[in-house]
């Protein structure tokens, strides 16, 4: 088992930054990839980026020159920098592992609310 803590999330104004993190423990020998994915009222979840073991990373196109993921493998922590925040970035942010099994596990989320 894999458990996964999000923190960082608040309300910002448009234009500025927020910095997520997620902290992972449990079994995190096991982990090949981790993300971030978030899912606005009324919407399904989606993609924001991931980031493997290796430290290859994958964006969804809208968020590409914005977002930045980073990995501490040290202290089992990712990270999600979003800059040049807008409102259409407004949505609960879960952080995402996925083991070599393909076992896919979920933090609680944490609101992002980003007014215009």
């Known amino acids: 088992q894999v458990q996964l803590v999000e923190s960082g999330g608040g309300l910002v104004q448009a234009g500025g930054s927020l910095r997520l993190s997620c902290g992972a423990s449990?079994?995190?020998?096991?982990?090949?990839?981790m993300g971030w994915y978030r899912q606005a009222p009324g919407k399904q979840r989606d993609l924001v980026a991931t980031i493997t073991r290796g430290g290859s990373t994958n964006y969804a196109d809208s968020m590409k020159g914005r977002f930045t993921i980073s990995r501490d493998s040290a202290k089992n922590t990712v990270y999600l920098q979003m800059n040049s925040l807008k409102a259409e970035d407004t949505a609960v942010y879960y952080c995402n592992a996925r083991n070599f099994l393909s076992q896919v596990y979920w933090g609680q989320g944490t609101q992002v609310t980003v007014s215009s």
């Open positions: 449990g079994a995190i020998f096991s982990i090949n990839t």
